[in-house]
């Protein structure tokens, strides 16, 4: 648990934090997921209502989840969801643009052939789940294949930097299926980039890495700016 985290309920007595810790975490997968949408306002009193705990583990969830960006108080009017718009959109591109090409390199230079053979299974994977319409498992192994790179890279730094990113990726990633071929598309590339690891060749691992991730952000930013229109208060602005 990072250290942020652990830190918010030290002192608590264990079942005071067992309850903030399930508030917060229904109250995230809530968010995550789109079952409270972006700008909508929250309520503590109608959230423990819904989650059937008082406001104190409700309160303190949401002070938890405003740190991390998944929430937003403005004064005199009320805490709302965080809008997920385009500049956000481009804002964590432009991180993982970096950083992943960086991992991209770096994995081409330490990944063994049974590591490349790990990032062609979820790659089969993944179009296996397609044909299906399992959409859900389509989008974890889209996760799963960019944290194998991750992870191949062997720099827990890097790997930690782009942690931070995880719950505001999964948001974006919940947009995907509304993008016409993305699958296709974003699966033609993963071939490139394995190709390129594979053949431990680092300059053209990178370009492929960035190429990939400049086309999702394109995706997700088209798909971002209708949902814009419609739940972006002008007054909230």
């Known amino acids: 648990m990072p250290r942020a985290r652990a830190e918010h309920d030290t002192g608590a007595p264990p079942e005071e934090r067992g309850l903030n810790q399930h508030a917060y975490a229904e109250i995230r997968r809530r968010i995550l997921e789109g079952e409270l949408l972006p700008s909508s306002p929250l309520s503590e009193h109608q959230l423990a209502a819904a989650l059937q705990l008082s406001r104190t583990p409700v309160r303190e969830a949401i002070k938890r989840l405003e740190k991390e960006g998944l929430v937003r108080s403005i004064p005199s009017r009320g ?17 993982r643009e970096r950083l992943e090409s960086l991992a991209a390199r770096i994995a081409a230079e330490l990944m063994s052939p049974a590591d490349v053979a790990a990032l062609e299974q979820e790659i089969a994977f993944s179009e296996q789940c397609a044909t299906e319409g399992r959409t859900g498992e389509t989008l974890e192994s889209d996760a799963r294949f ?66 990939h991730l400049r086309a999702s952000c394109d995706r997700a930013v088209r798909l971002a700016l209708p949902i814009q229109r419609r739940y972006v208060r002008p007054s909230a602005t």
């Open 146 to 211: 960019h944290k194998h790179i991750i992870t191949a890279t062997q720099n827990q730094r890097l790997g930690a930097i782009l942690a931070t990113l995880d719950d505001q990726m999964y948001r974006i990633r919940v947009l995907l299926p509304g993008a016409a071929g993305w699958q296709a598309e974003a699966t033609q590339e993963h071939h490139t980039i394995v190709a390129r690891i594979s053949a431990r060749d680092g300059d053209g691992a990178e370009q492929a890495m960035e190429q």
């Open 79 to 95: 805490t709302f969801i965080t809008e997920l718009t385009a500049h956000d959109i481009l804002e964590i591109y432009q991180v």
